[in-house]
């Protein structure tokens, strides 16, 4: 979406919700993903099987796509019928093209067209090994190798699981280090493969499942399914024992199924749990969303959590919205008891409880046109939310104004003011103003200065990041974060500095960089992976070192290492 590209949609379910999404450039460049619940969530993990290639011409360019079909889920059989699309994209000119366009969002499935009188047949291939070993050498440690394995198998074309042992998370990246504000948790992106690839069916606003709450595993099993009507999946992974932190080796078990109702809407059920020396502690709960209209909807959940406290456990929420492609408005109320969280956040993500929290927003774009004015857009919300005895805990509004001009620079002003009740009440407050260069495209630069009022500290905050191509094959990130408090009695100033950087010399060989400081934990963390990928997208040869990689908001101990992993797709 940051490159001038085309891009097809593939509804193989005709179900007007879901769909799988290919998209390339004029390079051959390969982006795909899911697309789930009528745009609501896009899973850019999952990975198909595909070639492409373009080619400028006279006229323009053009794009060649081939898709293995076998990736995919489908029902085989004759005069089968798929929702489809195909689009272009030109971010410069805020341009999105479509076969049956306009649509209200990009990602609408419910507004595809139809790909009729299809004959497809069941792919001939139902398993997949992919073993791996894997080597590491630590300074001042022993030599260590370990041999792996994931295998997939397809019971249909409509149903597959995945096995994988002795995973490989030692190269996965590190955590990006953040400036958190707040005296809440911080919800971190799962970046593991196994638990990665079909995530999005989990993802719910009351988040009962949160895979980032396991650790380091002996081995999983994941079954996906879907058909005319339903869709399911059900995970299970069983942990390491952690000796450092004081973790029990322990069992974790989720089940999801998603039913149609009506046209384009879903009813769900999850259950997640884990179980460590007996005891289960977990979450259960139903979820919908329906789309009344293209524009109109409403979501909403009611979950339990069980383990230590039995009561004062349950949550819900009630959340009208209507979105078209200019104007978005909302009105949610959510409970969670006064316990929800001590048991759900064993398994799930719940950065806060005991509260009665209403929440509304509004946002809208103008489209200027007019002298060196492109784009204009609003947003403003406001969150109040009581505990359970009516105490008031917390308010919050926020008032956001971006303006793009013609000549690829955008500004941008946001206001935050904030009452929070803790030990004492605080009256937080921030202002932030933003400057960007060509923001909406890949190679862009942003700056911004944020001031105000946390917690009785007066704060000063400094961000700015640019992307840039320094040859065709050599693409550069960097990230740059100063805060400042006043008075700093924590010695919690700091510097945040990230740097990435990716050299492709073919689309199957190439070197990463990844680069972060934070000063105030004096955390200096280095990974460099260089891979080569003989099999795409699974057979590959890794060749990695690191040094200093820990857990998010901690100083990592780790000497230099190397890992050397060989994997081979049969």
Known sequence: WEDDSVSIFLDTFCDRRNCYYFATNILGTQSDGRIVENGLTTDKTWDGIWKSVGQRAEYGWTAEVAIDLGSLKFKPGDEKTWGFNVGRSIPR???????????????????????????????????????????????????????????????????SSNLTLNPDFATVEADQEQINLTRFELNLPEKRNFFLEGSEI?????????????????????????????????????????????????????????????????????????????????????????????????????????????????????????????????????????????????VGFIRDDNRHELDSAVEKTFWMKKGGLERMAYDSNYNIYWGMDGTLRSWQIDQGLEVDLKNKFSFGVDYTAEYKLYEKEFWNNETEFSLGYNTREWQSARLSYGFGRNFDLDFRLVEGGFNYKITPDLSLEYDLTRLIFDPDPENESTWLHVLRATHYFNKDLFLKLFYQINSSIDKKNIQVLFVYRFQPPFGLIQLAYQKGTARFGEKGAQGHTLFLKIALML
């Not at 790909?115 to 440690?141: N, R, T, W």
């Not at 992974?237 to 004081?246: F, I, L, M, S, Y």
């Not at 979501?299 to 456990?313: E, I, K, M, V």
Request: proline fraction near 2%; charged fraction near 25%.
């Open 202 to 346: 989990y993802q719910q606003r009351i988040s009962l499942f949160y895979s980032r709450r396991i650790g380091d595993i002996v081995g999983g099993l994941k079954v996906y399914g879907k058909s005319e009507g339903f869709e399911f999946s059900g995970l299970s992974a069983q942990t390491r024992k952690d000796e450092v932190r004081g973790e029990e080796s322990a069992n974790f078990m989720v089940f999801r199924f998603k039913g149609d109702i009506m046209k384009s809407s879903t009813l769900g059920f999850l259950v997640a749990n884990k179980l460590v020396d007996g005891k289960n502690t977990g979450t259960v709960g139903l979820d919908t969303s329906l789309y009344f209209t293209n524009t109109f909807k409403f979501t909403g959940q009611l979950a339990a959590s069980y383990g230590h406290f039995s009561r004062d456990n349950i949550a819900f929420f009630l959340r009208p919205s209507y979105d078209s492609a200019t104007f978005h408005i909302h009105l949610r109320y959510t409970h969670l008891g006064k316990y929800f969280g001590d048991n759900a956040n064993a």
């Open 93 to 159: 000119l805020f341009e999105y093209s479509f076969w049956t366009g306009p649509l209200e969002s990009p990602y609408k499935v419910s507004q595809f067209g139809e790909l009729k009188g299809l004959s497809l047949q069941e792919a001939e291939k139902k398993y997949q090994f992919i073993p791996h070993v894997i080597s590491k050498a630590e300074e001042g440690m022993e030599t260590e190798a370990e041999v792996g394995l994931d295998a997939r198998y397809a019971f249909s074309q409509a149903v």
